[in-house]
């Protein structure tokens, strides 16, 4: 068996020093133990956040797979199986089913839903973790209406692109950013978003005033940090932000990071209403979002995308990659 640990704790932009792929040798199974072997991984930002807080230099890499069980201890999950472990970076894995959720919140297995004709990887995506924290972000804290002006950031990412689409699905109007035009073309002509704008080489103030010139309703915010400033400036009173990631910060060192005037001043002014989330907030309702967004994809209302490295040695490279923008919609590693 296969996994990568954290050799070094990250000093801003991840390298390749920082993690390192080791062999390690697993013991028997003991009864209500299963043995699951990886087929699909993902890799996310939210890795980057907590190998600060959560990690000891030496510990395996956290995150969730799709594995196959290739030998049970546990009635209830018989060999063939497929489900989607939150047991880190490893080809294999040792799985006791009653143990507690992981530092998430999340069960430590639960059956993959079976999404018949697409990849297992859905899991990982759309139907998992990313696209409950797209259905609820959204639509429990912005509650978008028709007719009503919608920012997303990251939006050809794995949450955003489908934050974009539920929205149009609810009537609104869809201004999405992204980092390279070739995203921008993505999620304006195949997921039909009203507006797509690359933050890269377009001012983002200017761009906004110019797609959203009545202002802006609902704010999705993945990026944090300079752009969330920008878009709340542009606020329409009673507006709703959704505070769902700071990807632009994340390589900062907290301790030391600069720090800017939060505008307070203009979340009274507009009664504007923010709220930060964690998906897991609402996880016994996951299983409403995976159901609706299942079927909106059957009737092409609702599209995905993934970016697929291939190979669990390419997993840090996937990473890296991922939180460097080369991803378009979910990037998952097939093994
Ligand atoms: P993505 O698939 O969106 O991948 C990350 C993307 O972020 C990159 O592709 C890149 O795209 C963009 N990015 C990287 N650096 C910057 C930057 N400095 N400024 C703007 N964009 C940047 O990842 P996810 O969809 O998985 O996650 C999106 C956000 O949602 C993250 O902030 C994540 O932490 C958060 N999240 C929060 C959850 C919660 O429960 N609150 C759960 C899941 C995710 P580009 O080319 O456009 O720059």
Same mark, same amino acid.
């Given at each position: 068996?296969?996994?990568?640990?954290?050799?070094?704790? &990250?000093?801003?932009?991840?390298?390749?020093? *920082?993690?390192?792929?080791?062999?390690?040798?697993?013991?028997?199974?003991?009864?209500?133990?299963?043995?699951?072997?990886?087929?699909?991984?993902?890799? $996310?930002?939210?890795?980057?956040?907590?190998?600060?807080?959560?990690?000891?230099?030496?510990?395996?890499?956290?995150?969730?797979?799709?594995?196959?069980?290739?030998?049970?201890? +546990?009635?209830?999950?018989?060999?063939? #199986? #497929?489900?989607?472990?939150?047991? /880190?970076?490893?080809?294999?894995?040792?799985?006791?089913?009653?143990?507690?959720? *992981?530092?998430?919140?999340?069960?430590? !297995?639960?059956?993959?839903?079976?999404?018949?004709?697409?990849?297992?990887?859905?899991?990982?995506?759309?139907?998992? #973790?990313?696209?409950?924290?797209?259905?609820?972000?959204?639509?429990?804290?912005?509650?978008?209406?028709?007719?009503?002006?919608? !920012?997303? +950031?990251?939006?050809?990412?794995?949450?955003? +692109?489908?934050?974009?689409?539920?929205?149009?699905?609810?009537?609104?109007?869809?201004?999405?950013?992204?980092?390279?035009?070739?995203?921008?073309?993505?999620?304006?002509?195949?997921?039909? &978003?009203?507006?797509?704008?690359?933050?890269?080489?377009?001012?983002?103030?200017?761009?906004?005033?110019?797609?959203?010139?009545?202002?802006?309703?609902?704010? &999705?915010?993945? !990026?944090? /940090?300079?752009?969330?400033?920008?878009? #709340?400036?542009?606020?329409?009173?009673? /507006?709703?932000?959704?505070?769902?990631?700071?990807?632009?910060?994340?390589?900062d060192n907290l301790d030391n990071q600069k720090?800017? !005037?939060?505008?307070?001043?203009?979340?009274?002014?507009?009664?504007?209403?923010?709220?930060? &989330?964690?998906?897991?907030?609402?996880? +016994?309702?996951?299983?409403?979002?995976?159901?609706?967004?299942?079927?909106?994809?059957?009737?092409?209302?609702?599209?995905?995308?993934?970016?697929?490295?291939?190979?669990?040695?390419?997993?840090?490279?996937?990473?890296?990659?991922?939180?460097?923008? $080369?991803?378009?919609?979910?990037?998952?590693?097939?093994?």
């Open positions: 068996a296969k996994k990568w640990i954290l050799a070094h704790h &990250f000093d801003g932009v991840p390298k390749d020093s *920082d993690l390192e792929l080791v062999e390690e040798e697993l013991p028997e199974l003991q009864d209500g133990e299963i043995l699951l072997e990886a087929q699909a991984l993902s890799v $996310d930002p939210y890795m980057r956040v907590f190998a600060r807080s959560a990690l000891k230099e030496g510990d395996t890499i956290m995150g969730s797979q799709v594995g196959k069980v290739i030998e049970s201890k +546990s009635p209830q999950h018989p060999v063939g #199986m #497929m489900l989607v472990g939150s047991v /880190g970076w490893r080809t294999h894995a040792i799985v006791n089913v009653n143990q507690g959720p *992981d530092l998430l919140g999340t069960p430590i !297995v639960v059956p993959a839903t079976p999404a018949p004709g697409l990849p297992v990887s859905v899991n990982l995506g759309v139907l998992g #973790m990313p696209g409950a924290t797209a259905y609820f972000g959204l639509l429990e804290l912005c509650q978008p209406k028709a007719g009503e002006v919608v !920012v997303v +950031s990251a939006a050809a990412g794995a949450v955003g +692109s489908l934050v974009g689409q539920i929205a149009k699905i609810k009537g609104c109007t869809v201004i999405g950013y992204a980092g390279t035009d070739e995203k921008c073309k993505w999620i304006k002509e195949e997921l039909g &978003f009203d507006h797509a704008i690359n933050y890269k080489t377009r001012d983002v103030a200017e761009s906004l005033k110019e797609a959203a010139p009545d202002g802006v309703d609902c704010y &999705f915010d993945n !990026v944090g /940090g300079d752009f969330l400033y920008t878009v #709340m400036r542009q606020m329409n009173k009673y /507006g709703r932000i959704s505070v769902c990631g700071a990807i632009s910060q994340y390589n720090s800017g !005037v939060f505008p307070g001043i203009l979340l009274i002014v507009n009664e504007l209403r923010m709220e930060g &989330f964690i998906s897991t907030r609402w996880l +016994s309702r996951w299983p409403e979002a995976f159901k609706e967004m299942a079927a909106w994809m059957k009737e092409g209302k609702l599209k995905y995308r993934e970016t697929t490295t291939k190979g669990f040695e390419n997993m840090r490279e996937a990473f890296y990659g991922m939180l460097r923008g $080369d991803n378009t919609g979910k990037a998952v590693v097939n093994v």
